[in-house]
């Protein structure tokens, strides 16, 4: 890996640390974040790959209240860097969303650290807000975020000063059932992260939706844009029969239980 290219990787985790806290522009998405560091350094195919099935598995990653999710931009940069420094392509998808997991959990200890420190901003901005200084309060402020961003580029940094014939070593050194082992692993780990959001979703209304859209899938050979322009079908049929329900069938009843389909039904 050149030396601009090493740079723009730190610059693109160095703004993905920083979007994890402001969650503003959505950069610290591991599509967005695996994409931009393949492009950077030649693996777009695979950084577009890595991305979206670590995508997948964020899908169930969320803060409630003090319980804080694994970190999100540290685990997609971590991994698109090993991913690059493998050289080992769309092979080394499966092996890269396998470090994702413990690069999460190692960010999350780096984001709790970070957060500490700034209890002392947040006190040192107080003071200001007292003082009336508003030029104090945003520099406090500005000094939180870059620590936020360099929490995560400073790691990618210190990843990026291992050689890359190291990390090639390591990688090919890798009993291939274990790779294979991970590889199986990652791809239950999306599965997890996407029954949670199901788990979150479903209702008595979706899950006929659900059930619909995994035949489909399973059944035909069907593209995802092919799947996706039948759903927005769907969904127009389903927000027309909600409007029929909701007037009570052109006048054939005034029952509204919240349930379109059902409505339509009674009506009849």
């Known amino acids: 890996m050149s030396i601009i290219q090493a740079i723009l990787v730190i610059i693109i985790a160095f703004f993905?640390?920083?979007?994890?806290?402001?969650?503003?522009?959505?950069?610290?998405?591991?599509?967005?974040?695996?994409?931009?560091?393949?492009?950077?350094?030649?693996?777009?195919?695979?950084?577009?790959?890595?991305?979206?099935?670590?995508?997948?598995?964020?899908?169930?990653?969320?803060?409630?209240?003090?319980?804080?999710?694994?970190?999100?931009?540290?685990?997609?940069?971590?991994?698109?860097?090993?991913?690059?420094?493998?050289?080992?392509?769309?092979?080394?998808?499966?092996?890269?969303?396998?470090?994702?997991?413990?690069?999460?959990?190692?960010?999350?200890?780096?984001?709790?650290?970070?957060?500490?420190?700034?209890?002392?901003?947040?006190?040192?901005?107080?003071?200001?807000?007292?003082?009336?200084?508003?030029?104090?309060?945003?520099?406090?402020?500005?000094?939180?975020?870059?620590?936020?961003?360099?929490?995560v580029a400073i790691p990618c940094g210190l990843l990026l000063i291992i050689p890359t014939h190291t990390v090639q070593h390591m990688l090919n050194a890798i009993p291939s059932w274990l790779s294979a082992g991970m590889t199986i692993g990652g791809g239950m780990v999306v599965a997890v992260g996407y029954a949670m959001v199901i788990n979150m979703m479903a209702t008595k209304e979706t899950w006929p939706f659900f059930i619909v859209g995994f035949v489909i899938a399973a059944l035909t050979k069907l593209t995802l844009l092919a799947i996706g322009a039948l759903a927005v079908a769907i969904t127009l049929m389903y927000l027309n029969l909600d409007k029929k329900g909701g007037n009570g069938g052109n006048g054939g009843g005034d029952s509204n239980t919240g349930d379109p389909l059902g409505d339509i039904l009674d009506d009849y």
């Not at 409630?64 to 999100?72: L, M, N, S, T």
């Not at 420190?117 to 520099?139: L, P, Q, R």
């Open 16 to 151: 993905a640390g920083m979007d994890g806290i402001l969650d503003e522009f959505e950069f610290y998405q591991p599509l967005v974040t695996c994409t931009l560091i393949g492009l950077v350094t030649g693996n777009l195919t695979a950084g577009i790959i890595l991305g979206g099935t670590l995508q997948m598995i964020v899908l169930g990653w969320a803060n409630i209240g003090a319980a804080v999710a694994p970190d999100i931009a540290f685990a997609s940069t971590a991994s698109a860097i090993v991913l690059a420094m493998g050289n080992l392509g769309v092979k080394g998808v499966g092996t890269a969303v396998a470090m994702a997991v413990p690069f999460a959990v190692a960010g999350l200890v780096m984001n709790m650290i970070v957060r500490t420190i700034c209890v002392g901003i947040t006190h040192a901005m107080d003071k200001a807000a007292e003082e009336v200084s508003f030029k104090k309060m945003n520099m406090w402020q500005t000094v939180a975020i870059i620590l936020q961003g360099l929490r």
